[in-house]
Structure formats: structure tokens, C-alpha cells
């Protein structure tokens, strides 16, 4: 599968702004791409308009483009597959169609979260969901990608993780162009951890903002969040490596400090008094972070893996804790040294 060719057709599956943005960055080179959109008024934006007005306004899309109701339609002769589910459906997603994916390309994850109560990342529901002879050319692509900037022509850098190398050096060639840089990993469990707990580190930060605590604040809130990030990738077998890459640090970083994030802006929202329902309810796109805030607390209370700052919002979302009481729990904890 490896070499320098592009293929002639991608499917993209899910037709929210990040599914659209790589859409985009397939067709402007020139590829036939096929996306499944669940939603109606998606699809017949994108295939009237070419621009997909509900997720992703403002942004043209090539006319190489087509979206299609029927899972079947968008994968007929697809030499690439590429998931961007939020994290929540995508197992339902799998158990209603995992016959229909071809069985010698890549199936590429990414979307980024944890999944409540089985506390599993894309990958681990693909694992368990999809039959045996497809995980062999399971990836993940992970990094710090606005959906916005992707589509825009931006330039852009992010990670495939694979088992297998050739699957992910077949990724690599497949979606990079001149704007677009794809490097190569294999460390899926890091890369899929990063990011989701990212998320869940741009509401606290968000909410710091949002509240005028400073840029001290924030920088402690990402330094002290990568430290949380690393016990838990190390606890769960992954890489320490992969946290000072584009899955970790980069995209930490552009998540927790962009105002294009719609976990930050959720964190600022919450810090403007605004309820979590409310949020939800002003957007139709998801942040992650609000889904994994829940996943990450169950997660940390079976592994004992020490996560203060993603606990705090867990407690801010659910248990109705006020950020500055949250704030205060988090400063006003025992002195110690540094370690990560």
C-alpha cells in the first residue's frame, strides 16, 4: 500500500466540521471523496452548495466532494477510510455497519475522547467492535488541527499511529500535501489519550480565562496537566515520548490556548455562569472534553492515577462545584515537590 501515489477515492464517515475539514484537505488534492452525513440539511448543503453551512460556514469546498445518506453509497471503491464519530456514537456506528468496510485499507480513527462506563479510546472500541480481519489496518491521527484551519489551507502538522508501520506510512502519503505534514508513530494508546484528556484541560483553562485569572494561571494549569496527562499514558502502557510530540504537547498546547477550541470556549462559558445545558444546547457542535471529563474521573478512580485538575471539572460539570471553590481546592492542596 506504501509509495507516493494518492488514492482515487477516500471515505469520510461523519460530516461535522473536523470530517469536512479533512474532506477538503483530501479533495484539494484532487481526490474523489465520498462522505456519509447522518444529517439531511448537511448533506444537501454539501452537495448543492459545496459548503457544509451547519458545521463549517464560511469554508468552499471542492466540487470532488459529494456527501450520501447510505453508509453502503459513501464506501464503494474506497481506498481509504477515514472515522470522525464523536467518540459517544461510534460504537453504535460500528456494531450497525461493521460489514460493510472493505478489508485491505486503511480504517484511519479520528475522532478524540474516552468513551463513559467502558472508559475505552476509538481504538479500543474498533478493537472490540470490528471483526478480526480489519485490525491489522487500524490508525489514528492525532495533533493540534483546527477543523477551521485544516479546511482553510493552513499549515498544519499531526501524527498517524498505527500497530503496523506500512499502515501508517500508507496514511502519511495519502492525506500530506505542501500545508498539510503527516509524521509517522506507533504509539495509538499515548496519541488517543492526549487527546482526549486535552480536552478536558482547554475547559480549565477556558474557565481560568473566562474568569481573568492571568496568563500564570493558564501556563500552570497545561505544565501541571501535562504532568497528569503523563501518569495516566504511562499507567495505561503508553509512550512518555509521545507527550512531547504533536499528539501530546502540540496539541495540549493549541487546545488550551486557541479561542477556535470549542472545549476552551465551553470552560469560558461555564466561567460566564452559564450552565452546562445551556452550552449544549447554543451549539450544535459537541465539545469532547464535557464527555470525557466523566471518563477521565471514572478512569482515574480505577486506576489511582493522581488527575486534581481534571477532577476539578469533572466536579464543575457534574456536581454542580463552583470554579472558584474548584480553583481553591486545587492551590490550597498539600505542598510537595514537582514530579511528574
Not at 477515492?9 to 479533495?27: I, P, S, Y
Not at 500552570?220 to 509521545?242: C, Y
Request: charged residues 20%.
Amino acid at each position: 500500500m506504501t509509495g507516493t501515489r494518492k488514492p482515487k477515492r477516500v471515505t469520510v464517515v461523519g460530516g461535522g466540521a473536523f470530517g469536512t475539514a479533512l474532506a477538503q484537505l483530501c479533495g484539494r488534492q484532487g481526490v474523489e471523496v465520498r462522505m456519509w452525513v447522518m444529517e439531511e440539511h448537511a448533506r444537501d448543503a454539501i452537495n448543492n452548495d459545496h459548503e457544509n453551512k451547519p458545521f463549517l460556514p464560511g469554508c468552499p469546498l471542492s466540487d470532488t466532494i459529494t456527501a450520501h445518506k447510505e453508509v453502503s453509497e459513501a464506501l464503494v471503491d474506497t481506498e481509504m477510510v477515514l472515522f470522525v464519530i464523536p467518540t459517544p456514537f461510534f460504537r453504535s456506528f460500528l456494531v450497525a455497519n461493521r460489514t460493510l468496510f472493505p478489508v485491505d485499507v486503511p480504517l484511519v480513527l479520528c475522532s478524540k475522547g474516552i468513551e463513559n462506563d467502558s472508559l475505552d479510546t476509538p481504538y479500543e472500541i474498533a478493537s472490540e467492535e470490528l471483526p478480526g480481519k480489519y485490525l491489522r489496518n487500524l490508525a489514528c491521527i492525532s495533533g493540534p488541527s483546527f477543523a477551521l484551519e485544516v479546511a482553510q489551507n493552513q499549515p498544519t502538522s499531526v501524527t498517524c499511529a498505527a500497530v503496523r508501520e506500512e499502515i501508517a506510512l500508507t496514511v502519511q502519503h495519502y492525506l500530506s500535501d505542501i500545508m498539510f505534514r503527516v509524521y509517522v508513530g506507533d504509539d495509538i494508546i499515548g496519541a488517543e489519550l492526549a487527546g482526549a484528556v486535552k480536552n478536558v484541560l482547554a475547559i480549565a483553562c477556558g474557565a481560568s480565562d473566562g474568569f481573568g485569572f492571568g496568563y500564570d494561571a493558564r501556563a500552570a494549569l497545561i505544565t501541571r496537566g501535562l504532568a497528569e496527562l503523563r501518569r495516566l499514558v504511562v499507567a495505561k502502557g503508553g509512550k512518555e515520548s509521545t507527550l512531547m510530540g504533536l499528539a501530546g504537547v502540540g496539541d495540549l498546547v493549541l487546545t488550551c490556548t486557541g479561542t477556535l477550541s470549542r472545549n476552551y470556549q465551553t470552560g469560558k462559558a461555564l466561567a460566564e455562569g452559564k450552565s452546562i445545558d445551556d452550552i449544549r444546547n447554543s451549539s450544535k457542535a459537541i465539545a469532547e472534553g464535557v464527555f470525557t471529563a466523566k471518563s477521565i474521573y471514572q478512569m482515574q478512580e480505577r486506576t489511582k492515577v493522581d488527575m486534581p485538575i481534571c477532577g476539578a471539572v469533572y466536579k464543575v460539570i457534574y456536581e454542580g462545584c463552583s470554579i472558584k471553590d474548584a480553583l481553591h481546592t486545587l492551590q490550597s492542596r498539600e505542598l510537595k515537590k514537582e514530579g511528574y
